[in-house]
């Protein structure tokens, strides 16, 4: 395009036109200067004294886009109700809209959209598909890498690492606790440190409800002595016995044991039961722990079942699952209880001892 320059003084509208007669440049009264067309410049410079602007506008749709440099400050941006948008490769990368959020390789509010978007006066949204969302790095000393405020500002709470590059969650109220996961432990924190007996695990009317243990529990200390490895409860079948006969379909029932650490507690009650084909000395077997302790004496109830002398007991052997029905007399030696056999029969079995770790 050949340009043709018109003096000023020549023209009440000076002006630069080109070789088809048409006016490419408008310079008016104020001298302002009014392109139209394509402008193609190699380092246009604008400058004035008083907030230098440029404004391009789009007469069809009344879209008005500047660029100002004022008070020791430069601005980009639209002076009509529409977005700006930023673009690298034709393609939207970036986006204000007219309420002021702004958008992050996205162009809509739609949550599951990829993207971040930052809603004026509400809330911060990262999406993303199969990749971490947000990532935070601290490079130098440790310390809070994430901080929590309300109101005015002032903190409630942080995510962050200690000196001895453990993850911890921390409340910065006074008095209030928090979590240090080290390796490979949890630890309590109060008022922003690590703390020892100061720290509870619910409260009366805000309980945890199960917790799943695979080793054992420390109580009241920290020795092997105070530790709890171990709690059971549980059914068996505890099957009647006959020293010298018994029927070919034993009698049966459903006895229960808990066992707490080492000890184990059983209770057995055969009730009404036909006890016709046993004869002789009176066992009950199945226990599913054996004792391993010495002889155990337990409580022992009958009625009718069998017949002794002076007391009865049941009586488990050293590394014994069987409860021997005794007969413990007065000055002399024990004696097995002999079965009473028939209908309408009863016995109660109970007792405590100690069995394997």
Avoid: C
Wanted: hydrophobic share 35%.
């Amino acid at each position: 395009m050949a340009l043709t320059q018109v003096p000023i003084e020549l023209s009440s509208t000076p002006g630069i036109v080109d070789n088809s007669n048409a006016t490419a440049i408008t310079i008016d009264s104020s001298e302002n200067v009014t392109f139209s067309g394509t402008v193609t410049a190699d380092g246009l410079t604008l400058s004035d004294s008083t907030n230098p602007t440029l404004t391009i506008t789009d007469t069809t749709n009344t879209t008005t886009l500047f660029l100002e440099a004022a008070n020791l400050s430069t601005t980009v941006g639209t002076s009509t109700n529409h977005p700006l948008k930023f673009d690298t490769n034709n393609t939207e990368r970036m986006r204000v809209d007219e309420l002021g959020n702004l958008y992050i390789a996205k162009s809509v509010t739609t949550y599951n959209t990829e993207g971040a978007f930052f809603e004026k006066g509400a809330a911060l949204e990262l999406t993303t598909s199969g990749g971490r969302v947000l990532r935070l790095n601290r490079t130098s000393t440790d310390g809070n890498i994430l901080e929590f405020n309300r109101g005015s500002g002032s903190p409630v709470g942080s995510i962050g690492t200690s000196p001895t590059a453990n993850f911890n969650i921390n409340s910065s109220q006074s008095g209030h606790v928090g979590l240090e996961f080290g390796s490979p432990n949890i630890m309590p924190m109060k008022d922003g440190a690590l703390a020892d007996n100061a720290v509870d695990l619910g409260v009366s009317s805000q309980r945890f409800r199960n917790i799943y243990l695979a080793g054992g529990i420390q109580l009241g200390g920290t020795g092997s002595a105070n530790k709890l490895d171990d709690y059971e409860e549980g059914t068996f079948t505890a099957s009647l016995r006959g020293a010298n006969t018994q029927p070919g379909t034993l009698v049966t029932t459903t006895g229960y044991y808990t066992k707490i650490g080492r000890t184990f507690t059983y209770n057995i009650s055969f009730e009404n039961v036909d006890t016709t084909g046993y004869s002789g000395a009176v066992s009950v077997t199945g226990l599913p722990m054996a004792n391993n302790f010495g002889r155990h004496v337990g409580a022992a109830g009958v009625y009718s079942l069998a017949s002794w002398t002076d007391n009865v007991a049941g009586i488990i052997n050293s590394g014994a699952t069987t409860i021997d029905l005794m007969d413990i007399r007065s000055e002399n030696g024990w004696a097995s209880t002999t079965h009473n056999a028939g209908s309408t029969r009863y016995l109660w079995l109970s007792g405590t001892y100690m069995t394997t770790a």
